[in-house]
């Protein structure tokens, strides 16, 4: 076990591509957890789309054993913490588990939108934090503005701020000295009643569920009967162990450790994150502050695109379920696209991820619906109820108001594209609350009705920056909105997947680009098909597919029986990725594509 | 002797895949004729000994039709065509009275060539004009102007019994008025069949590529529509039939007896390079396909016996779909019986949309569903 004194527990915050992955990797090389040999790039974030994306997704932890300038052996504990404001609250507990963060910037781009929201985090910890400016060595690097905002946007001092790059090895070691120098030791009792926090967890194929946990007090060893101090669940402890990367066994962890644990866990989401764990005979008497319950953000219906592919869909979200107890589905039918799942998720990232591993880990093809978000409904009964499906929303007579959820947004966008970004917020019903200059780069805070950026916001946001806005939010509160149900109609019949809560100023806008798409993508038939857009009985867009004019192979002679089959087995399979609905075919592309609309 | 009148029919297509030019719009098994005389003489050879190894397996047939088509047929030396008519008429039973056709070009020279052809025993020919438009035939990159074509009908209709036309329309800058004009003229050329074709664009020809690079923009469907309806309208008032969607005939004895083979599902032999066949082998419908290379055709033909490069035993559904695909297209339709196999699911609604109809156990196509056939036999198919 090591004296507390030579333990130091921190995480990186930084923005995405300031480097947190490349720096995390230099340290594990630095201090020679893996060879250069065993290195891949990026080694903490293991999944695809982690690596693809330069995102973390979970939580994961390094233990690093460095020989300090002082002469001293000291553990390091590298926290990898999510970057993304849908795991936030991954994030607080992944900071609850360390005494202080290594704030990394790069020194071309300086400080970005979630690089702020991050940092506040740490900052609410009570972390000790020691700045970081990354990529030195480019030609772009300016280091003393990028110092100066650091101080002027988040108030820090920046004026030791560590200099490095990660990718060339510059300052690597100064970065390890300064954990060591100015990160706190961590504090605990290792004669008290154990008291460990749940970090996260995750399903591993070999090991089943592992938990990742840091110890406060006691000692967490293999053999020991836990409980989960939230979910009241018992657990007889299998393995404790670290990483080095690789996962090692170890005894025991005491206070101040980070590590990991297995006791025959079942599913993810029996381990919450959050949750403390005691000793089953010797329980302390408080729980970790903190704990919150799952709460979906974000919902939408997912659907195999062929509907004989709905019990793989079954089969592969109860195994996501299983390493992601973050993720919620429930089954549904939908009259247009037969049977799937009405899906809650922490946000809208969460819901790219888990669709992408479903296409990509089960090979499955997808329709989502329209992402929704939770609305409050307030019946003239006097009952209010959570609306997250819109086929569910009640008669409107009986409706008194709904509300639906705010954020506050928070956008950095260089300067020549400060317009097209507020008038973006202004399009999205957003009010604004500040906006200042930091250098070029503009900082703009906006209210902002969720629902209107779960609808493609942020690829606006992305297109009309050319990439460059940076963009995080926070849930705010609900607010009462002019709020209508809007369906779309193909041949005069509701289809029930398109429907969508929209602000009464923005549904005609919303209903014509939806019918426009619409008719771009249904081929025509024999007869015309009226598409119009509607809220209750009122018609405001419509469009028509016009009815097939000629459509007949010219020639057709001895050798064309044997092409015109082929062509009708072509058919076949194309038809297979089309929903009949009524007497139409919907093709799959125009559910997507009705979605995923232009704003202009 | 063998009662040809009991017997099941079967038509013989020869390919002849020479053509002085190729058009830019053909994706037919066609080559530049370069006057190789001996590569020539070899492939009638080869043709002759797969009618024969063919006609082995298929000897109970009657033979109803004889079809040189191409390529361009009527560069063939006279003589070569007529031994070929005569050994299929040995091969197989008759009636006596049986249809032999012969695609030809109307030019100048080959018109030269008409009378000799009607010696070698061909009674009907089918003359590709394609447009009575100077400006048009120069797009169609055709080697004859619209003066030749009709000189060269002329002496067709007098060298022939039986005289068809093909015509091409759609094409750019093409009104209905102009074309209704142009298939008037093209009756009063004596032909008892007219064959116009909406001008197609086929992948990998000169003309997809061009229309691809935005050289000149196809027909759209309205003025499609608009030109097809123009053309039932005017041969159906000059006395023709539209007895499948591109073919009309004056009176049921004009119409094409051996495209009724394909239409029918009777069995029909394919000889020479590319050529197609339906045989009934051992009561399978079986399909083949000749090599379509001139020297591959003549090395499996040396090898053995026979042309065909691939030959497919067709199961139920096939057999049926190519019924659907080939009987919906002419006025008799098809049995109903014969599409069993198939889902059928949408039938009473192409019924109750007036776009097929039942008649005597029969499917057949109205005219307004005719014009959307492909949809049509998509609906019934899948």
């Given amino acids: ?600 | 002797m063998r009662q040809a009148e009991i017997l099941a029919p079967v038509a013989v297509y020869i390919h002849w895949p020479y053509c002085a030019r190729i058009c830019p719009y053909c994706d037919f098994n066609v080559v530049r004729d370069r006057g190789r005389k001996g590569e020539q003489a070899d492939l009638v050879a080869a043709i002759a000994r797969d009618l024969q190894a063919q006609a082995a397996l298929i000897p109970d047939r009657k033979l109803v039709s004889v079809f040189l088509g191409g390529g361009t047929p009527s560069l063939m030396d006279p003589a070569a065509a007529a031994d070929l008519v005569a050994l299929a008429r040995r091969l197989w039973p008759s009636d006596g009275e049986i249809e032999v056709t012969l695609e030809a070009n109307p030019t100048d020279a080959e018109a030269g060539r008409f009378d000799a052809f009607a010696q070698a025993g061909v009674t009907r020919l089918s003359l590709g004009v394609q447009s009575l438009d100077d400006a048009a035939l120069a797009f169609l990159g055709r080697n004859h102007d619209a003066a030749e074509g009709r000189r060269a009908a002329e002496v067709a209709a007098k060298a022939f019994p039986r005289l068809s036309l093909d015509l091409i329309y759609a094409l750019p800058g093409q009104t209905p008025e102009a074309w209704a004009t142009e298939l008037r003229t093209a009756a009063a050329l004596g032909a008892e069949h007219v064959s116009p074709y909406q001008l197609t664009l086929e992948p990998g020809t000169p003309f997809d590529r061009a229309v691809r690079r935005g050289r000149f923009a196809p027909a759209d469907p309205d003025l499609a529509g608009s030109l097809y309806d123009v053309t039932q309208e005017t041969l159906e008032g000059l006395g023709f039939e539209a007895y499948e969607v591109s073919n009309h005939a004056r009176g049921e004895a004009a119409r094409s007896r051996h495209n009724l083979a394909y239409w029918r599902g009777e069995d029909y032999v394919g000889a020479g390079p590319g050529a197609h066949g339906r045989l009934t082998l051992d009561g399978v419908r079986t399909a083949t396909e000749a090599a379509k290379g001139v020297r591959d055709y003549i090395a499996n033909v040396d090898a053995t016996g026979r042309g065909w490069s691939e030959r497919e035993a067709l199961g139920p559904v096939a057999r049926a779909e190519e019924r659907l695909i080939m009987g919906l297209r002419t006025l008799e339709g098809v049995a109903l019986d014969e599409l069993a196999p198939l889902p059928l699911h949408r039938l009473r609604d192409l019924e109750a949309a007036a776009l097929v109809r039942l008649i005597d156990g029969r499917l057949i196509a109205t005219a307004k569903g005719r014009v959307v056939l492909d949809r049509v036999i998509s609906e019934l198919a899948t």
């Avoid at chain 1, 974030?45 to 997704?57: F, L, V």
């Avoid at chain 1, 900052?123 to 030195?136: G, S, T, Y």
């Avoid at chain 1, 509160?477 to 209508?484: A, E, F, H, S, T």
């Fill in chain 1, 1 to 600: 076990m090591t004296p507390l004194s030579r333990i130091r527990n921190f995480a990186i915050v930084a923005h995405i591509d300031h480097g947190k992955s490349t720096l995390s990797d230099r340290l594990i090389q630095e201090t020679g957890g893996l060879t250069a040999r065993e290195m891949t790039a990026q080694v903490l974030d293991s999944m695809d789309i982690e690596r693809e994306r330069g995102i973390t997704i979970k939580a994961q932890t390094v233990r690093l054993n460095y020989k300090a300038k002082d002469g001293e052996q000291y553990v390091l504990n590298l926290m990898d913490t999510p970057g993304h404001v849908d795991f936030a609250y991954e994030v607080s507990r992944s900071l609850a588990a360390c005494e202080g963060s290594i704030l990394v910037v790069d020194a071309s781009q300086g400080v970005e939108a979630q690089t702020l929201a991050n940092v506040y985090q740490a900052i609410d910890n009570n972390h000790e934090i020691v700045p970081v400016l990354n990529k030195i060595d480019l030609p772009a690097a300016e280091p003393e503005r990028v110092r100066t905002q650091i101080e002027e946007v988040i108030g820090l001092d920046a004026s030791d701020a560590v200099l490095c790059s990660a990718k060339s090895g510059i300052g690597i070691t100064d970065v390890l000295e300064a954990i060591v120098t100015r990160l706190p030791a961590p504090k605990g009792d290792e004669n008290a009643p154990l008291k460990a926090l749940v970090v996260d967890a995750w399903y591993d194929a070999y090991l089943g569920v592992v938990v990742l946990v840091r110890v406060f007090d006691g000692r967490l060893k293999a053999g020991q009967q836990v409980r989960m101090m939230q979910t009241g669940a018992s657990h007889r402890i299998d393995k404790v162990g670290v990483f080095l990367p690789k996962n090692t066994d170890v005894e025991s962890l005491g206070p101040g450790e980070i590590g990991f644990m297995t006791a025959s866990i079942k599913e993810v989401a029996d381990a919450a994150v959050g949750d403390t764990l005691t000793d089953e005979k010797r329980q302390t008497e408080k729980a970790l502050p903190g704990f919150k319950e799952v709460q979906s953000v974000v919902f939408c219906g997912l659907f195999p695109v062929d509907a004989a592919d709905f019990e793989d869909l079954r089969a592969a979200v109860g195994r996501l379920r299983l390493n992601d107890g973050s993720f919620n589905y429930e089954m549904e039918s939908s009259a247009a696209l037969g049977f799937g799942f009405r899906c809650g998720f922490l946000g809208l990232l969460h819901l790219e991820i888990i669709q992408e591993r479903l296409s990509r880990e089960f090979d499955l093809d997808l329709i989502a619906t329209a992402p929704s978000v939770i609305y409050k409904i307030a019946q003239i009964d006097g009952t209010t109820i959570d609306l997250h499906n819109p086929a569910d929303m009640p008669d409107p007579m009986k409706i008194e108001s709904i509300a639906e959820p705010w954020i506050k947004a928070t956008i950095f966008t260089p300067d020549e594209y400060l317009g097209a970004v507020i008038k973006l917020c202004q399009d999205r019903r957003g009010s604004q609350r500040e906006l200042s200059y930091v250098g070029t780069r503009a900082m703009v805070v906006y209210d902002l009705p969720l629902n209107e950026v779960v609808f493609d916001f942020y690829d606006r946001l992305k297109s009309i920056s050319k990439g460059y806005a940076s963009f995080d939010y926070q849930i705010e509160d609900y607010r009462i909105g002019d709020l209508v149900k809007m369906q779309v109609l193909v041949n005069a019949e509701p289809v029930d997947a398109l429907s969508m809560l929209v602000h009464r100023s923005r549904a005609e806008a919303r209903g014509r680009g939806m019918v426009e798409k619409m008719k771009e993508l249904i081929q025509p038939h024999m007869f015309q098909i009226p598409i119009q857009a509607a809220i209750g009985g009122k018609i405001i867009a419509r469009e028509t597919v016009r009815a097939l004019r000629k459509d007949v192979t010219a020639k057709c002679y001895g050798g064309d029986a044997s092409r015109k089959r082929k062509l009708l087995d072509k058919q076949k399979a194309g038809k297979k990725r089309m929903r009949q609905f009524g007497k139409v075919e919907i093709p799959q592309e125009a559910f997507i594509a009705a979605l995923k609309m232009d704003d202009d």
